[in-house]
Nanobody, 124 residues
C-alpha cells in the first residue's frame, strides 16, 4: 500500500520557484511528524524541514527564509514552497513520515515511511 506520493518536481533557473506536494494516507498523516528530505548525487540524505502534528516547524539553515512547509489537513497533503532556488538545491526530494513520534530533522533513519522522491534541478 502506497502511503506517501510526491509530485511537483522539475527543472528551474536559479532564482526561480517550485512547489512540491506530498499526499499521505489519512492514518499516516494524522499520526506522524512529516518532513522533507533531499539527496544530491554523491551526498548523504539531509533534512530540509519538519512539521509536527501541532504545526510546529524546523528548517535546515540552508533553506531558512527561502522554503516554506505547509499542510492541508482536508487533503492530507504536505507542501514545500521553494523560492529563490539555488543550484545547490538540486537533489531528489523525499517526503517522509515518522509515525507516533516527534520530529527529528537530522536523522532520516528515524523515519518509517518514504515517498518515491521527486527530482528538483536548478540551473544557472
Amino acid at each position: 500500500q502506497v502511503q506517501l506520493v510526491e509530485s511537483g518536481g522539475g527543472s528551474v533557473r536559479a532564482g526561480g520557484s517550485l512547489t512540491l506536494s506530498c499526499t499521505a494516507s489519512e492514518y499516516l498523516y494524522k499520526r506522524s511528524c512529516m518532513a522533507w528530505f533531499r539527496q544530491a548525487p554523491g551526498k548523504e540524505r539531509e533534512g530540509v524541514v519538519t512539521i509536527d502534528r501541532a504545526g510546529s516547524t524546523s528548517y535546515a539553515d540552508s533553506v531558512k527564509g527561502r522554503f516554506t512547509i505547509s499542510k492541508d489537513n482536508a487533503r492530507n497533503t504536505l507542501y514545500l514552497q521553494m523560492n529563490s532556488l539555488k543550484e545547490e538545491d538540486t537533489a531528489l526530494y523525499y517526503c517522509a513520515a515518522r509515525l507516533w513520534a516527534g520530529c527529528q530533522l537530522t536523522l532520516p533513519s528515524e523515519y518509517n515511511f518514504w515517498g518515491q522522491g521527486t527530482q528538483v534541478t536548478v540551473s544557472s
